[in-house]
């Protein structure tokens, strides 16, 4: 079965959606992220994915309390990222209750850094982020374009032990229509190791399930949530 997991994006301490990793196209949904955590768990789902924008933004890690509140207050398993730029921040990240943390431009510009992690907090606890426009990687909130190609920069990874990736496709992030299949078929057809987890364009129930059907690890599910187009009741289905 998928898993479900819910995102919450900070910008400032209060919970946001981007478009298309636009941060001038910002929608605050609500002003105490712990509010949305709390919905989340009482509907019987374990994840979270929490973005610290800012910190994305300033290469740093700034919105922690936001962090450390819903770590101390709820019983999610949260994968954090954003601003994991360092080894001191990957620490902190774990320090403040993150489960897992999510490398995503550090990972491009310095790929031996999260490798080190690897080998450090081991596999199960490093997710690599692999945002991609017309499947080149996009880094540093996706203003960035680059020229490694999605399934090159796996690969690597993926010879140093990595297991968890979270892949965007950022032409579909945000706009409620429907995630990349293309991609996440293509990425399951090459790596069949690999637990991938699809995040953007998720816009109703049935994109989950054909994610499902095709074995993908996990769904980032974030603006048709908020947006009212999938319910916490609906997802309740998917919950084990």
């Known amino acids: 079965m998928i898993q479900i997991i819910p995102a919450i994006d900070i910008i400032d301490g209060k919970c946001v959606r981007l478009t298309q ?6 929608k605050i ?16 789902i ?7 924008l800012d910190g994305a933004k300033q290469k740093k890690i700034v919105n922690h309390k936001v962090l450390e509140k819903i770590a101390n207050e709820t019983s999610l398993h949260i994968d954090f990222g954003g601003g994991i730029q360092s080894d001191d921040a990957a ?14 431009s550090i990972a491009i510009k310095n790929p ?11 596999s199960e606890k490093i997710i690599v982020g692999a945002d991609a426009k017309n499947e080149k990687i996009a880094i540093n909130g996706w203003e960035e374009a680059t020229e490694v190609w999605i399934y090159d920069f796996l690969e690597d990874f ?21 995630p990349s299949f293309d991609l996440y078929a293509n990425l399951q057809d090459r790596f069949k190791e690999l637990n991938i ?15 499902n059907e095709k074995g993908i690890f996990g769904v980032i599910v974030g603006k048709a949530f908020y947006e009212g187009r999938i319910t916490l009741s609906e997802l309740k289905n998917f919950v084990c």
């Open 197 to 211: 987890i699809a995040s953007g364009g998720v816009s109703c129930m049935k994109d989950i399930e054909l994610l």
């Open 29 to 44: 949904y609500n002003e105490n992220p712990l509010e949305i955590a709390k919905e989340i768990e009482d509907a019987g």
């Open 112 to 122: 031996e850094m999260v490798y080190s992690w690897i080998l450090k907090y081991g």
């Open 91 to 104: 620490q902190a990240a774990f320090d403040y209750g993150a489960r897992q943390i999510t490398g995503g």
């Open 158 to 178: 993926i010879s140093k032990g990595i297991k968890y990736t979270i892949s965007t496709d950022v032409a579909k992030d945000g706009l409620l229509q429907g």
């Open 46 to 52: 374990t994840r979270l994915h929490l973005v610290d």
């Open 21 to 26: 990793g636009d941060y001038s196209k910002k």
